[in-house]
């Protein structure tokens, strides 16, 4: 796989590495302390009566919910580390 | 734009070798003590992860954390997201023992217990089964592609993928009974959730252990980075003894180093070849070493075919380096000692007093207070009642804190089966003379007739109105 290959492109692997990683870990933690206080299934019937969602399908949006608004602040801040790199150096 | 903008500045500095193509890490197997303290531990934690979803308990699984009916059971206990509060303790108490640790002994997290290293090791052993010790791999690498190597490396891989499925199906187990999950795997009749986080977590275990190995701890683990915070003089670090060992050199066998100047170091680079992250410990303390100590092991080996003393790696401390003595107890130590002592105290007396029994009161925001009749003031609140305990139960409300209060529930008795939760409307009334202005303490008392032991109280205000 990615072992003995040339170098192909680290910046991209390094910006997943960097966004995606970090935002999973804490919306793994956020799904977790939100759920424990509110059940998907109490949410359900206060904003969508109509639409039929399990819990686990709550859950599941939950947290790739959680994981893409990690997502946009860890990319923002790559963004603003990156211009501040090339002024400031 | 913002893109161009990027790759122009990322010309400007390259030292940034992250996530660079890296020379695959061959590590060398090395027996020796510490070596087996790994194994044993790979073993013991992941006979746990694998054989815990399979334990019964009574009727149902010892440890299973049902999200659907938001209910987790570890062996007797089931907790609620009610008893939330012990989850969070739990994780409090876990990053607590890694500082202590931490501070006693490196880091032995990374070294013996942290996934990323067991599954690691685990893939390992199926790759030297497979594709047989490092310079056969090294060699297999370069080689054209042939029979033997399509063999070697497709059984791997078959293997690899093999496990991860498993490891996936095993996590998914923890949540969702698993004898009945892997007959309905084996059918594949698994729900589109249960299909989709199995290979999930499978997918991420073998890639984590297979590829990424010794990368997840140098560029995505967040403790490797903060650890070395916790480290001081007196901690227990993996050295290379430099004063020993200096200058190094090769030699032939029986003469006598310091006749000719020379440290006990052959520079034999085992302890390189060793090292699942590739660094050399002789440069001292990296933050890339996860303290496995393959390098105390490969260098005592070494140090015993020349017959000099062992230790010229091994466990030790920087005063200790330095000649000064080191201290074990030390402020650190003893605080981070205390605070988790306290805290599993807590944190187990909490569980033992658990509530069978749980009830929140919210009041009615419509009306703050009704006039019942010329006498009498009324307040409403609407309770969530939470049956705990895994049988039926009858509850009955009780009020105090107003003189002559009283409280009105329909039913009056209130009848719970297992787990079973209700909203109830408790009508609180008081003598008008009794209560005046708003925001009056008051307390409701739940509790079981069957065991008046079996309570919970809550706390609440009852508004009147203001005297004239």
Redesign the interface.
């Known amino acids: 796989m990615a072992t003995n290959e040339p170098k192909k492109d680290p910046r991209l692997l390094r910006l997943l590495g960097s966004t995606l990683w970090p935002s999973f870990l804490v919306a793994g933690m956020a799904s977790g302390v939100f759920f424990a206080s509110i059940d998907p299934e109490a949410l359900r019937l206060e904003t969508l009566p109509g639409v039929e969602i399990s819990r686990m399908a709550g859950y599941t949006i939950g947290f790739f919910m959680f994981w893409l608004v990690g997502l946009a602040s860890s990319l923002l801040t790559v963004l603003l580390l990156g211009s501040v790199g090339s002024r400031g150096r | 734009m ?1 893109q161009k ?6 010309k ?2 390259s030292s ?1 070798e ?7 890490i061959h590590p060398r197997e090395v027996k020796g003590i510490f070596q087996n303290l790994r194994i044993l531990s790979v073993i013991a934690l992941l006979g746990i992860y694998y054989g815990l979803p399979w334990l019964q308990w009574g009727e149902r699984q010892a440890v299973l954390f049902d ?2 009916a ?1 209910q987790f059971h570890v062996f007797g206990l089931t907790f609620w ?1 009610q008893d ?1 509060v012990f ?1 969070a303790l739990l994780l409090i108490i876990a990053a607590l023992s890694l500082f202590f640790f931490t501070a006693l002994a490196g880091r032995l997290w990374c070294g013996y217990a942290c996934p990323q290293t067991v599954w690691t090791e685990l893939f390992m052993w199926i790759e030297r089964w497979t594709e047989g010790p490092r310079q056969k791999r090294i060699k297999l ?1 370069r080689s054209p592609w042939s029979r033997e190597k399509i063999l070697r490396r497709g059984s791997k891989h078959l293997l690899w993928i093999l496990l991860g499925l498993w490891t996936g199906l095993t996590f998914v187990g923890y949540f969702t009974p698993i004898s009945e999950l892997t007959t309905r795997a084996a059918a594949f009749d698994l ?1 589109p ?1 249960e299909t ?1 986080w199995s290979l999930f977590y499978g997918f991420a275990t073998w890639g984590n252990a297979g ?1 990424l190995r010794e990368q997840v701890c140098i ?2 683990c ?1 403790y490797a980075r903060f650890q070395s915070a916790m480290f001081d003089r007196n901690t227990l670090i993996i050295s290379y003894d430099e004063e020993r060992g200096e200058p190094r050199g090769g030699r032939p066998r029986g003469i006598d180093p310091k006749e000719k100047g020379m440290g006990d170091c052959i520079d034999c680079n085992l302890c390189v070849q060793a090292c699942p992250t590739g660094i050399d410990i002789r440069q001292g303390l990296q933050y890339e070493c996860i303290a496995c100590a393959a390098c105390i092991d490969a260098c005592n080996q070494v140090m015993d075919k020349m017959e000099y003393p062992r230790g010229l790696i091994r466990y030790t401390t920087e005063n200790a380096l330095e000649g000064n003595p080191s201290r074990v107890l030390r402020p650190r130590v003893l605080i981070y000692g205390l605070l988790l002592l306290i805290l599993i105290a807590g944190a187990i007396t909490g569980i033992s007093l658990r509530s069978e029994v749980n009830m929140e009161v919210l009041a009615d925001r419509n009306v703050m207070y009704r006039e019942v009749d010329f006498h009498t003031v009324e307040n409403v609140y609407s309770l969530r009642i939470l049956n705990k305990s895994m049988e039926a139960r009858s509850f009955r409300l009780e009020v105090s804190g107003l003189d002559d209060v009283e409280v009105l529930t329909r039913p009056e008795v209130i009848q719970l089966g297992p787990g079973g939760t209700d909203n109830i409307n408790a009508r609180v009334r008081v003598p008008r003379d009794q209560v005046s202005g708003p925001g009056n303490p008051i307390e409701f008392t739940l509790v079981a007739e069957d065991d008046p032991s079996v309570q919970s109280r809550s706390r609440a205000r009852f508004h009147g109105p203001s005297p004239e």
């Open positions: 913002a903008d990027k790759q122009n500045q990322d400007g500095h940034h992250m996530y660079a193509a890296r020379e695959k999200l659907p938001r997201p939330f989850l690498d729900g959730w989709f590829f560029y995505m967040p």
